[in-house]
């Protein structure tokens, strides 16, 4: 049970309005369930381990999307889909929408292994909501839709 801190706030909740009379408290960590961070923390701890030819990966990833349409987040749910949609096809994760940018503005492509570069957007998908998160994610969502379709 989380009690309010010393400033006498409810840390990692937010308030929804329900009716004009009463607030609702929703708990909320990285993604917007527990169960959705649960999922997640176990498919990054497997692909730490064992990369992208870790067992069961698309299932789980398939189980975190059905999650994610829960939570109704359209960019996390289309980002889930066409990520494991890339491992089938490819056996690997070698997608490149990560940019280094040099002092005068031109951006050079990153070279990342693949158990890096996913478990770097797996990372992201914990703090979706986060501004420059999102601007990430959606540069993976752009990448992968090019290389599959």
Same mark, same amino acid.
């Given at each position: 049970?989380? /009690?309010?801190? $010393?400033?006498?706030?409810?840390? #990692?909740?937010?308030?929804?309005?329900?009716?004009?009379?009463?607030?609702?408290?929703?708990?909320?960590?990285?993604?917007?369930?527990? @169960?959705?961070n649960?999922?997640?923390?176990?498919?990054?701890?497997?692909?730490?381990?064992?990369?992208?030819?870790?067992?069961k990966?698309?299932?789980?990833? $398939?189980?975190? /999307?059905?999650?994610?349409?829960q939570e109704?987040?359209?960019?996390?749910?289309?980002? &889930?889909? &066409?990520?494991?949609?890339?491992?089938?096809?490819? $056996?690997?994760?070698?997608v490149?929408?990560?940019?280094? @940018?040099d002092? %005068?503005?031109?951006?050079?492509?990153?070279?990342?292994? #693949?158990? %890096?570069n996913?478990?770097?957007? &797996?990372? &992201?998908?914990k703090?979706?909501?986060?501004?420059?998160?999102r601007?990430?994610? $959606?540069?993976?969502?752009?990448v992968?839709k %090019? %290389?599959?379709?």
């Amino acid at each position: 049970m989380h /009690r309010k801190d $010393k400033n006498n706030v409810w840390p #990692d909740c937010v308030f929804i309005r329900v009716n004009s009379l009463n607030l609702s408290k929703i708990e909320t960590t990285d993604m917007k369930t527990q @169960e959705a961070n649960d999922k997640l923390d176990a498919i990054l701890a497997k692909v730490e381990k064992k990369g992208v030819e870790a067992p069961k990966l698309i299932e789980t990833l $398939k189980d975190l /999307r059905n999650i994610a349409l829960q939570e109704q987040d359209p960019l996390v749910v289309k980002t &889930l889909r &066409l990520t494991y949609e890339f491992i089938e096809e490819n $056996k690997s994760f070698s997608v490149q929408a990560q940019y280094e @940018e040099d002092d %005068e503005g031109n951006e050079y492509p990153l070279e990342i292994e #693949d158990t %890096e570069n996913l478990v770097y957007l &797996l990372t &992201l998908l914990k703090d979706a909501e986060h501004k420059i998160n999102r601007e990430e994610i $959606k540069d993976y969502r752009t990448v992968l839709k %090019e %290389e599959l379709y």
